[in-house]
């Protein structure tokens, strides 16, 4: 990791002492390693997952403020209000991390970094459709529709992405989304087959061959 790349954590780790400290509190590092097992991952991995983490929640949350924005009828907790700022410091923080990977060109200038972004641009565009399938309950009652939403914030983060990363995935053919829909409901038969006790995979297979 460079020298910049390094103070800019360290000042990151200063700013974030400073802010526990109107709280009496303070962020003890030293005392997580020794507490808790902990597996180092490369600077690579974590730039380009955190990077797509807090792309995809920018356009996750500016989605939601300007559906409210549209329609307050669906603003269900005062919260909501006060959430633009938070939507922006989401940007901001991909920003950070667009100028991270944009000061390592090693991990975007290759073959290898091709595969590694895809690889994370689809673990997570699969992961936030099949857990807000899961939930729909929340975005229902806020006036959004769960699949038309990810799908907006998929295209929107991947469009975003496309500007850094040096590949990214096809999200707007069709196929993508049945594809998404299709695990979907394999996701839906794997949680009631653990919800019902069975370790038989037998119904599974029948349905998903």
């Not at 975003?160 to 590949?167: K, L, Q, S, V």
Request: hydrophobic content about 40%; some cysteine.
């Amino acid at each position: 990791m460079s020298i910049p790349c390094c103070c800019n954590c360290v000042n990151l780790c200063r700013f974030l002492n400073k802010g526990l400290s109107d709280f009496n509190l303070d962020l003890d590092l030293g005392s997580l390693t020794k507490a808790w097992k902990y597996t180092f991952f490369k600077p690579k991995f974590i730039f380009h997952a955190t990077y797509l983490s807090e792309k995809i929640g920018y356009w996750r949350y500016i989605t939601i403020y300007r559906h409210l924005k549209a329609n307050p009828g669906f603003e269900v907790f005062p919260i909501f209000k006060y959430i633009e700022n938070w939507c922006q410091d989401e940007n901001r923080h991909g920003g950070f991390f667009s100028a991270l990977l944009k000061a390592q060109p090693q991990f975007l200038s290759d073959g290898k970094a091709k595969l590694w972004s895809r690889f994370f641009c689809l673990s997570v565009y699969v992961t936030i459709y099949l857990n807000d399938c899961q939930r729909t309950a929340f975005f229902e009652g806020i006036g959004l529709n769960t699949k038309e939403f990810d799908i907006h914030v998929i295209i929107e983060t991947n469009r975003t992405t496309a500007r850094i990363f040096p590949a990214v995935l096809g999200v707007e053919n069709p196929e993508f989304k049945r594809k998404l829909d299709r695990m979907v409901e394999i996701n839906q038969k794997l949680i009631a087959i653990g919800e019902s006790g069975s370790s038989s995979g037998e119904e599974l297979e029948e349905n998903t061959c």
